[in-house]
């Protein structure tokens, strides 16, 4: 019914004008009343993960570790920035998460927790989580990982630049980090789910100290919770990673994807750890 319908009905009843005319406002904008927002919370198989626009998945970079895009040029056609100045925010989601770069292109990016955002351009509608896991540094962006990778440069104690078997050179590598981006190490001489490394009275644990980090339980999909374990180190708990004990190096100063750690004593001893790596037996 239209609305000159809607007053000749009103003209020819014994209702009251004016409470016909809000009644006809009212439903006239009830409609459009649902609220829309710029990042939400959606429901994939990969289980909730940040969206944008028409609900469209929203993905993080390994690359990025350092907080900074390293998608330009045509990594851009593949995966288009997302960018609200003041995302508006659904339920769960707090606005002080969220940050603004300036891409070395001089535009602007939205970022959560220091990790850049981004669509892939192969999801086609809401739910779709066709870039997780694509060259092993696109995840999916979930509110909650408990483990990460980085994918970077490694640079040792010495200052020298290192390729992923330890020896000089120059070359990303892919490396498992906490969920501040702290990097993980192992130790070479560690048995199966025992660290011989770490003294009693923890005198060298400001050195290495033992990555005190709870099961994990939200994880990129080339990791699963069965590669984690967690062991008894002198009263207190160290995560393992398929029989690895794992460590931070102490001169990191807990910056994200800092890997310092590589060169010490010298390179191979303290390795990092990605979803390649193999079990210890």
Not at 77 to 104: H, S
Not at 159 to 174: A, R
Not at 202 to 210: E, G, K, Q, R
Not at 244 to 261: A, R, S
Request: hydrophobic residues 30%.
């Amino acid at each position: 019914m239209n609305k000159s319908s809607v007053f000749r009905t009103i003209k020819n009843s014994c209702m009251p004008v004016g409470l016909a005319v809000l009644l006809l406002v009212a439903g006239c904008t009830t409609k459009d009343s649902t609220p829309t927002f710029d990042v939400s919370l959606g429901q994939t198989s990969l289980g909730q993960v940040l969206t944008g626009e028409n609900g469209k998945t929203l993905y993080y970079f390994a690359s990025d570790i350092t907080g900074q895009s390293q998608c330009s040029g045509s990594c851009l056609t593949n995966w288009p920035v997302f960018y609200k100045e003041t995302p508006t925010l659904g339920t769960n989601l707090t606005a002080t998460d969220f940050t603004t770069i300036t891409r070395a292109d001089g535009t602007k990016q939205t970022a959560y927790k220091g990790w850049p955002l981004y669509y892939y351009a192969g999801d086609t509608k809401s739910g779709d989580v066709a870039g997780e896991k694509l060259n092993n540094v696109w995840f999916v962006a979930k509110p909650s990982y408990s483990l990460f990778f980085a994918n970077a440069q490694l640079v040792g104690n010495d200052g020298k630049n290192y390729m992923s078997d330890y020896t000089e050179g120059t070359g990303k590598t892919i490396y498992l980090v906490d969920a501040a981006g702290k990097t993980l190490y192992g130790y070479v001489p560690d048995k199966k789910n025992t660290n011989v490394y770490t003294k009693s009275d923890f005198s060298n644990n400001p050195t290495w100290p033992i990555a005190e980090i709870a099961m994990p339980t939200d994880l990129p999909s080339n990791l699963s919770t069965s590669d984690f374990s967690v062991i008894d180190v002198f009263g207190r708990k160290q995560l393992v990673f398929r029989g690895h004990p794992l460590y931070y190096f102490g001169p990191d100063n807990g910056v994200k994807g800092i890997t310092k750690g590589v060169s010490v004593p010298k390179p191979g001893v303290w390795p990092v750890y990605n979803a390649t790596t193999t079990a210890l037996q």
